[in-house]
């Protein structure tokens, strides 16, 4: 089975500019996470869909960020306009509705915000 | 407010040599403690999860325990290929919503 994907690996932007991420869950996956680790911090939560609906977007940093998940199936993650402190590694993660075997995670989108 | 602290935050080993890593937490409506190995570059990969004080799980070389305010995570006989971060994370749910919050992580170096 194919696991989490998650582009770009790298994006290297000015502060000021957009980017949007992408991540294509494991098929099947109701639950959709994102998460952010910046550096020499711990990887914290972002939100949280299930199926196209968000269910608890209570970490997302402010309005710059937008998530969405079109037809419950991929999701993007945008941030507009970007500002230096949202440099970090984004990781994506997905789960069927029980999630007691852990949720696959992707490998990260690394964002620079220069 | 949930919290995990992973201690120590590096470790290093002579292969064959064993120790623990500990995980130690305070979280309401705990759901689940995981362990994830993270190799540079990638996403955490799952090893395990536990749920209720007393329970021990096993993989090779590796063996979790959790009691009711920490996770141990016990390396015996480590191999140089055991070398990654290690990160511990409790999975909380509030409101039907299930989030899971991180430590640190330790970074465990096995030398041959």
């Known amino acids: 089975e194919a696991g989490v994907t998650q582009f770009p690996s790298h994006s290297v932007i000015e502060k000021g500019q957009t980017v949007t991420l992408r991540c294509d869950p494991i098929?099947?996956?109701?639950?959709l996470y994102w998460y952010r680790r910046v550096m020499g911090k711990e990887i914290k939560f972002l939100l949280h869909f299930v199926k196209e609906s968000k269910q608890d977007e209570s970490g997302m940093p402010n309005n710059r960020f937008l998530a969405e998940r079109t037809g419950g199936t991929y999701s993007t993650l945008k941030v507009q306009p970007a500002e230096l402190e949202d440099s970090g590694v984004y990781f994506c993660?997905?789960?069927?509705?029980?999630?007691?075997?852990?949720?696959?995670f992707g490998s990260g989108t690394r964002l620079t915000v220069v | 407010e949930d919290q995990v602290t992973q201690s120590p935050e590096a470790l290093r080993l002579q292969e064959g040599e064993s120790s623990s890593l500990n995980c130690s937490y305070t979280?309401?409506?705990?759901?689940?403690l995981f362990w994830y190995r993270q190799d540079p570059g990638k996403g955490p990969e799952f090893l395990f999860t536990?749920?209720?004080a007393g329970e021990e799980k096993e993989k090779e070389r590796l063996k979790a325990t959790l009691t009711k305010k920490e996770s141990f995570l016990h390396i015996t006989a480590p191999k140089p290929e055991d070398s990654a971060t290690y990160l511990c994370a409790v999975q909380a749910v509030i409101q039907g919503a299930q989030k899971l919050v991180f430590g640190q992580g330790t970074r465990l170096t096995i030398n041959p």
């Open positions: 536990l749920y209720s």
């Open positions: 098929s099947g996956h109701d639950n």
């Open positions: 993660a997905s789960s069927t509705s029980r999630a007691n075997y852990g949720y696959t």
């Open positions: 979280v309401s409506g705990l759901r689940g």
